[in-house]
């Protein structure tokens, strides 16, 4: 009796033990239900908490191809690699060719292209459009395909957006800073742009009204009697005249030199609507005879070296050999031609500054060996 005394005291007491045990099982399962192992501990959240957590940075959003009916384009008669093959030698034409592409692959806005075609058109249509072209459309530049694959690189790439909009605007400038107005020179190179009108056409960069006008412009102009039947005949030009530059002022080489901003002249235009390039005391000094010290390649000339590491992430894009080498920016006052800043790459021997050169003039890119500055 004794020991059954203590179990029927106890009795009354089992109902709540398994109730407070049922309450402690429910209270851990919730929190293991409710805990994430990449949260923090109840009771050891931070104090703010963004109801949006800020997005990825390095996470870039691939270009997506807008439909066909938005894009300011015209309809052609050919595919993209057939228009790229009928073009070929036609660097201008090639350009237009290039945005167009780069649109149609979601690369570049649609608005911009067609705000970069309109205000070039001239490149294509010269007789017909007023507002002259950007200077330098039609130097050898990249095919669309090779323009199209490295702005496709580069957009896989975080904090590329400068370089892209760069190369972009050499192809084609939204709002070119010189504008070079075309001419034809004889009935030769006439009928050439008669025959051009047609390959335009047939890739879509000009409409049939377009091409309609441009060839009754030239027709006009070729019976006209007023072109002679080819350049050929007449007396070479003359010589474009030296500059003589001024002579340094006080302060001369630290100051900022002539108050005249930087002026590529140009010589003209060949029969092939090519520009001719610019008077030779634009470009670097050539290496002397016999020079065996350290050499570089000059590549370009730039308004302000502000731009020089844009420049340069920009030309080691499109021509990797040159990725090994390093530059330096020179500044030089060309007297009346005003300021400019040369891009030299190096440095280099004589002999391997003049093999870079000879590999990348016929892709389209000024190089001329020079010696490496100090």
Known sequence: MRRALPLLLLLPLLPACSAVESHVLSTVTKLEQGMDSNKPRPGLEPLYQPANPPPNPAFIPPPVAPDAQDLPFLPRLLTQAEAEALLAGDPAALRFLAIRRLAETGLIPPTDAGERIQANLAALLPLTTAQPPAAGLFAPAMTPSEMEGIIRDLWNQPHTQAQREFLIDNMLPKDPKQRQPLFIP??????????????????????????DEELAALNALLDGNTLPDSLLAQAPPEPVKPVTPKKPGRGSGTGTGSAKPMERLQGGVTGELKVIPSPMEINAPALPAGFTGQAGIHLLSMGSASHAEQAWKSLTTEHPQLAALTYKVVRVDLGELGVTHRLIAGPLSPANAAEICAALKPKGQTCQPTPFPP
């Open 186 to 211: 004889d009935k030769e190179s006439g009928r050439r742009a008669l025959t051009r009108l047609d390959r335009l056409y047939q890739s879509g960069l000009i409409s049939r009204g377009q091409k």
